[in-house]
């Protein structure tokens, strides 16, 4: 098949680079010029595991283009994925479809046949019967512009694996047995018969399926971080205690980690938007556990802190604090609503002088966070440092011997946030650690 993607950040890219890797012929679209220019040089913009090679593969065969031509989108194929950002707004915890429906109006005007506009975008639901109303208003081919609704349900870092090989495939139509269904299955014959779980539903409905799944996903793990409050007064185990809970197969122990809490480019926004929307509704009293969600995770970066301000005597001014990790979480190097960078930034503000260490985040902290210190090297960022805090659980801030860290530190104090450090042998090697929600 023919297909465009439109929109071609995390996404975008990765869709059509799996859309090309199933066999079809895809052509990217995004306004960023630059960003057209490297993905056509078989790189991404970003850093996202196997992506690179997907790229690289499928520019070079043909199979695989970027442009920032809508009219060229329009005349190459059928079938159009939609894969723009929705970030909030800035004056509310409403999704900002701007560029959405920017995106619809571009693309429109060249509609002149039969075709399906399948949009990937997370949305408050309601926002499908918009998007028909934008095509019959500005596509020539009038309804015979279908909407589908696809939603993507990718964790960065394992977003090639996510698509090629999903948990399901969801797919909302206005009505069901259309031609923008029977499109749709072709597009994905390789993953629906693999033996994918794939759900037909209406716009509705899949509409909220990602809000839903993130807030569910942002709740679990606000529930075992408050559990690790009730650990750390307790003199409990939080992580024994996860363990105890996963064994249940009704709870199950997958994405229920204690730590720093989440963040990224989706949780957040997504949990807001969907406790906004609800609102909108008038199913406030249906979303007051989530809004509690959002505060448990908001407190998890005040706790490291205040557990800072503790080991420190209380105030940080000239104190030097290195932290390991920049990005919201290992494998990528997304530092949107990064739980580590919030902290660092909170001990600046207090007067501490820090350093941060990221294997592959730096580059995209320093443009966001010029005003803190950092070192490639996180041994190297440790150098006479007061307290070391463990943020972002890379692996390989596990893998270093801290007895080898021992001989370069200011003092040997380590705050371990992400729970990943082997706590035994860092006290065996002499330095005072402390760990959310254990004694």
Not at 214 to 237: H, P, Q, R, W
Not at 262 to 276: E, R, S, T, V
Not at 302 to 314: C, I, K, P, T, W
Not at 403 to 423: E, M, P
Request: hydrophobic fraction near 45%; aromatic fraction near 6%; charged fraction near 25%.
């Amino acid at each position: 098949m023919k297909m465009t993607v439109i929109g071609c950040g995390y996404l975008g890219a990765t869709h059509a680079a799996c859309m090309a890797e199933l066999g079809h012929e895809v052509l990217g679209v995004d306004c960023d010029t630059d960003k057209v220019r490297t993905l056509n040089s078989g790189r991404a913009p970003f850093h996202e595991h196997g992506l690179d090679a997907l790229l690289s593969e499928h520019t070079a065969s043909g199979r695989l283009k970027f442009t920032s031509s809508y009219s060229e989108a329009a005349g190459f194929a059928d079938l159009h994925f939609i894969g723009v950002g929705t970030p909030l707004r800035s004056d509310s915890d409403a999704y900002d479809l701007t560029h959405l429906f920017d995106a619809i109006r571009c693309l429109a005007p060249g509609l002149t046949h039969r075709s399906v506009v399948a949009v990937k975008s997370t949305v408050p639901v309601g926002t499908a019967p918009r998007i028909a109303e934008l095509l019959r208003a500005h596509a020539p081919a009038g309804e015979f512009a279908e909407v589908a609704w696809n939603p993507e349900f990718l964790r960065e870092s394992f977003a090639v694996e996510d698509t090629l090989r999903p948990d399901r495939l969801v797919l909302g139509f206005r009505t069901s047995h259309s031609r923008a269904e029977a499109l749709l299955r072709q597009a994905f014959e390789k993953i629906i018969e693999s033996g994918t779980p794939t759900i037909v539903t209406d716009w509705a409905t899949a509409e909220l399926a990602k809000g839903a799944a993130n807030s569910y996903l942002s709740t679990k793990i606000s529930f075992v971080n408050a559990m690790a409050e009730v650990c750390e007064a307790s003199g409990a185990d939080v992580v024994q205690l996860a363990d105890i809970l996963g064994h249940d197969r009704r709870i199950g122990r997958h994405g229920m980690h204690p730590g720093l809490g989440f963040g990224g480019g989706c949780l957040p926004k997504d949990l807001a938007g969907f406790i906004h929307r609800a609102d909108e509704l008038g199913a406030r009293p249906a979303v007051g556990m989530l809004r509690e969600a959002e505060l448990v995770n908001a407190r998890r970066r005040r706790r490291v802190v205040d557990l800072a301000q503790e080991e420190l005597g209380g105030d940080l001014r000239g104190k030097r604090i290195t932290i390991w990790g920049a990005a919201f979480k290992p494998g990528t190097d997304d530092i949107r609503n990064s739980p580590a960078l919030a902290v660092a930034q909170s001990l600046h503000n207090l007067g501490a002088a820090v350093t941060v260490s990221d294997p592959k985040a730096l580059d995209n902290a320093r443009k966001l966070h010029p005003e803190l210190d950092y070192a490639d090297d996180p041994i190297a960022a440790a150098v006479d440092a007061d307290l070391l805090l463990h943020l972002t659980e890379w692996h390989h801030f596990a893998a270093i011997a801290p007895t080898r860290l021992a001989s370069c530190a200011g003092a040997l104090k380590v705050i371990d946030a992400r729970g990943t450090l082997d706590t035994e042998q860092w006290r065996e090697a002499g330095w005072i650690i402390r760990s959310l929600g254990r004694a």
